[in-house]
């Protein structure tokens, strides 16, 4: 029975995670006025509509995965490497911040810390994998707007193989890059903690 208890807290708390990820991305990309999350109903705390089931069952099998990730249109930015860097910087920041005061509550509220300690370890989770520049993390796309528009093409024509051999090492036996990742989260929970 905890097995199970574990299992809706953990499925609830990547739920959470992915959206509020999104939703942040949403709001950014708004607020810097691109009108394209808001025309696509992404600017919502409604976790239907942030729901993605590959990116959710990779979250829940390897620990790390993703949300439905939100459309944005530059050409509404006054500043596009700024405000792109920004819609894509924002959601990494929140959701690092948020994981670290959700560890601080489990810490300190003994009797919210189970669920806390799901929320702040899943929460600096997402920050730490979207910091890997491949498509669909925000990574990518903050690099890609840096970089030189032919490297740009050529990074973006070899991203879906960079994708598959990323879930692969997530899902491996002994999900190498899990470990590697889980290594800098807990670092990371093991400085708040």
């Known amino acids: 029975?905890?097995?199970?208890?574990?299992?809706?807290?953990?499925?609830?708390?990547?739920?959470?995670?992915?959206?509020?990820?999104?939703?942040?991305?949403?709001?950014?990309?708004?607020?810097?006025?691109?009108?394209t999350p808001k025309k696509n109903g992404r600017l919502t705390l409604n976790p239907l509509k942030h729901f993605e089931?590959?990116?959710?069952?990779?979250?829940?099998?390897?620990?790390?995965?993703?949300?439905?990730?939100?459309?944005?249109?530059?050409?509404?930015?006054?500043?596009?490497?700024?405000?792109?860097?920004?819609?894509?910087?924002?959601?990494?920041?929140?959701?690092?911040?948020?994981?670290?005061?959700?560890?601080?509550?489990?810490?300190?509220?003994?009797?919210?810390?189970f669920f806390m300690q799901f929320l702040g370890l899943y929460f600096i989770k997402i920050a730490v994998f979207n910091c890997i520049p491949v498509e669909p993390l925000c990574a990518s796309r903050i690099l890609k707007n840096y970089m030189d528009p032919n490297a740009a093409l050529s990074y973006r024509q070899t991203e879906k193989i960079i994708l598959w051999v990323m879930v692969f090492l997530l899902l491996s036996v002994g999900g190498i890059l899990s470990s590697i990742l889980d290594s800098v989260t807990l670092a990371v929970v093991g400085a708040i903690v």
């Open 53 to 113: 089931p590959i990116g959710f069952m990779l979250f829940l099998f390897s620990g790390y995965g993703w949300g439905k990730p939100v459309e944005t249109s530059s050409l509404g930015y006054k500043n596009r490497k700024t405000a792109v860097t920004l819609t894509y910087g924002m959601p990494i920041v929140v959701s690092f911040v948020l994981g670290v005061l959700f560890c601080l509550v489990a810490r300190f509220v003994p009797v919210t810390a």
């Open 1 to 35: 029975m905890t097995a199970i208890i574990t299992y809706l807290i953990i499925a609830v708390s990547i739920i959470t995670v992915t959206t509020v990820f999104e939703f942040t991305k949403a709001l950014t990309s708004h607020l810097l006025g691109d009108p």
